[in-house]
């Protein structure tokens, strides 16, 4: 006699490793099927050249405090093996009736495995129900309303799961050794000190301290290297993995604007949240913008690679200090603030004319909080392949000097320029071999020199090219579908 299969239901947290406003959770619990709480590691993801060690370590760790506050013995587990292949195990060890998840707006890998697994779920008669993610909608061919749309979404009541209710199912030492969950490497479970710590417990003191502290100098240190890693919320890292909502952001932004003094600031940050899901929507709606220019009128340009110069921006060798010092400090601490990731980007696509594509990667891995909405879309603009944006050409001894003008970022992250004073350490290569001697740093030697001879030079040969292809008629044709596209229209 066959012994029936167990019936259950499955919640697979994806980037939304928390306990609070999560629908689908709430909506697992409710309907009273015993759950099995899943979050892949998945080889074939983690092989993406987007991804990092470092990411998996703190959506590991963010998995371990869920954990920690689950009621009654219940239990996430790691699984270490790709999602197509635990799903087929799992369906023959049990009845699937239904799979709650949130939308993923991911990288193509994940967007080609989430099309695989709804025809798997669709023959195998399993119900795969989705929830929304920070107010992003699927399926839509413009931004008609969509304004209004999320700001009703982040205005609504959080969806928090009764866990009182919650039963969990558990797995056999047979089955947890099948899905892998004992060879999840040894790395991802260890934690670099350097990093922002993990968590949803983490997330909610970093949001508080934030806005009933911190956000006094948002706007005045928003640009700075050094000042902005305490001023700025530092909740990126938290709404890309998900141990916090932006849902609950917004709300706790709102609250704390009306009743506090420092309105100014925290209407300023607020403003950001909505640009956060404007740029991952317009890749929810584009995915080829992770491989190809958002306007197809700049195909012809910056085709070719240069390894070396490719090599130096990597690793902060290119001779100009604030471009080296933001590149070697996001390569150790995996966070940079907005204005100097644009730097290092219009670094790579003007000065040193490489296809975005080029260094895409590189940072990917590098931003602990890689969100690939963000990511393409934010390279684009920085790179003018947009083509109905302003054209940004930043100059790095500017930025250097306007936003670090004691020198105090670049010592930290150039030690073999401690020695040189503030008046020559933001362009060393003017110091005379006495000069070098005095400061112990010898330009090419210690110190690379420029990578980039004259500034002005590439700055003017990236503007004149840029600026002319706006009268590409291709390149206007694709402005008005871009426009047309992704432009917000109606209310909102």
Not at 209 to 228: E, G, M, T, V, W
Not at 265 to 286: G, T, Y
Not at 294 to 323: C, H, S
Not at 405 to 423: C, D, H, I, R, T
Request: with cysteine; glycine share 4%.
């Amino acid at each position: 006699m066959i012994t029936p299969k167990p019936e259950i239901g499955i919640v697979w947290f994806k980037r939304d490793l928390r306990l609070t406003d999560h629908e689908p959770l709430k909506k697992a619990i409710e309907s009273g099927l015993p759950l099995l709480l899943i979050r892949f590691f998945e080889p074939q993801v983690e092989s993406d050249d987007h991804f990092h060690p470092r990411h998996w370590q703190f959506a590991y760790h963010c998995l371990n405090d869920v954990n920690n506050r689950i009621p009654n013995g219940g239990k996430l587990y790691p699984l270490y093996c790709d999602a197509e292949v635990g799903f087929r195990y799992l369906s023959s060890q049990f009845t699937i009736k239904t799979i709650w998840s949130h939308e993923e707006t991911g990288v193509d890998i994940t967007y080609t495995r989430d099309k695989n697994l709804a025809a798997f779920f669709k023959f195998e008669l399993i119900q795969w129900v989705e929830s929304q993610t920070n107010g992003i909608i699927r399926g839509v061919k413009d931004r008609t309303n969509w304004t209004k749309k999320w700001f009703a979404v982040h205005a609504s009541e959080t969806q928090n799961p009764d866990l009182q209710n919650l039963r969990t199912v558990n797995l056999t030492d047979d089955q947890v050794i099948k899905l892998g969950s004992w060879n999840l490497p040894e790395l991802y479970q260890q934690y670099p000190s350097h990093f922002q710590k993990a968590g949803e417990k983490e997330a909610m003191s970093t949001l508080a301290s934030f806005l009933y502290d911190r956000s006094s100098f948002y706007n005045a240190h928003i640009s700075k290297p050094l000042d902005s890693r305490q001023s700025c919320s530092r909740l990126s890292v938290h709404l890309t993995w998900g141990s916090i909502s932006m849902r609950q952001v917004y709300q706790a932004a709102k609250k704390a604007k009306d009743e506090a003094a420092n309105k100014r600031n925290i209407a300023s940050f607020m403003s950001r949240l909505q640009w956060h899901c404007h740029f991952i929507q317009k890749f929810e709606m584009e995915p080829r913008l992770e491989f190809e220019n958002a306007n197809r009128g700049f195909d012809d340009i910056r085709t070719e690679i240069d390894d070396y110069k490719l090599q130096a921006w990597r690793n902060g060798k290119t001779g100009y200090p604030m471009v080296d010092a933001c590149m070697r400090c996001v390569n150790e601490t995996g966070y940079l603030n907005f204005r100097m990731r644009a730097m290092l980007v219009s670094f790579l696509t003007h000065h040193l004319w490489q296809p975005w594509q080029a260094g895409s990667k590189h940072l990917g891995k590098q931003f602990l909080d890689f969100e690939p909405g963000i990511h393409f879309s934010q390279f684009q603009m920085q790179a003018g392949t947009h083509g109905i944006n302003t054209i940004r050409i930043y100059n790095p001894i500017k930025q250097s000097i306007d936003h670090d003008s004691e020198g105090v970022f670049l010592k930290q992250w150039l030690p073999e320029l401690s020695n040189v004073p503030v008046e020559l350490i933001h362009e060393p290569w003017k110091m005379t071999p006495l000069e070098q001697k005095m400061y112990n740093v010898e330009i090419g030697s210690d110190y690379p020199a420029p990578i980039v001879s004259d500034i002005k030079a590439s700055y003017k040969n990236a503007s004149s090219i840029l600026w002319a292809k706006k009268s590409d008629p291709l390149v206007k044709e694709e402005n008005q579908r871009i426009l047309k596209t992704h432009v917000r229209r109606g209310k909102g």
